[in-house]
């Protein structure tokens, strides 16, 4: 799962989009494979058009832009968190993108991100949500062959979500805070004419 954003009006540096063939999709045709070709040039080339975060990616660009961009309101704001085809117009994209340049240029962006991954380490591990903390799961998942377990009692399969242990790390720590990311982000705003959030 992902967020996809498009761009509303993305400057094309005299690129057109190409339109899918109006035949039945076939990956394998000519005429699809064309068409693939050109989407991708397209893309490459007009930067402002779409740009694809996983959401593990998105939701550290979500959350920087939550707390810096303070000409946001609240629907902006709750748009960026969920995939619901919020969008966000031209000036506030071209505004999201001076911003972002302006923080990267006085370091406020690394200072951020820097932060954030001190934050996560500090946090303590929490109990696994899979097998409630033992260690041990007594279901019957439907994964490949688990290692048999008993733990303090308890009897079943060791857990594939704590590896055994019983705790694991908090769940912050599988989004990936990067500066890149937010530049990349950054730079598509400033070519995207606004955007679309789905």
């Not at 982000?185 to 955007?195: D, I, K, L, P, Y």
Request: aromatic share 12%.
């Amino acid at each position: 799962m992902g967020f996809d954003i498009y761009g509303m009006d993305p400057v094309t540096n005299g690129y057109k989009e190409p339109q899918a063939p109006d035949t039945d999709y076939d990956y394998e045709s000519k005429e699809w494979q064309t068409y693939f070709d050109l989407k991708e040039k397209y893309l490459d080339n007009v930067p402002g058009a779409y740009f694809r975060a996983s959401v593990w990616y998105w939701r550290p660009i979500a959350l920087f832009l939550q707390e810096h961009m303070d000409f946001l309101d609240t629907e902006d704001n709750e748009g960026l968190d969920c995939n619901s085809g919020h969008v966000v117009n031209s000036d506030k994209a071209h505004r999201i993108a001076e911003r972002i340049q302006d923080l990267d240029a006085i370091g406020e962006i690394d200072e951020w991100v820097r932060n954030k991954k001190i934050a996560i380490v500090m946090m303590s591990k929490e109990d696994c949500a899979i097998c409630d903390g033992t260690g041990v799961r007594t279901d019957r998942p439907l994964l490949g062959d688990l290692e048999p377990l008993t733990k303090n009692g308890i009897e079943g399969v060791k857990c594939n979500g704590c590896k055994g242990e019983g705790t694991r790390d908090p769940w912050e720590s599988n989004y990936p805070y990067d500066t890149k990311v937010i530049l990349e982000f950054g730079h598509f705003a400033s070519e995207s004419g606004g955007f679309q959030i789905c």
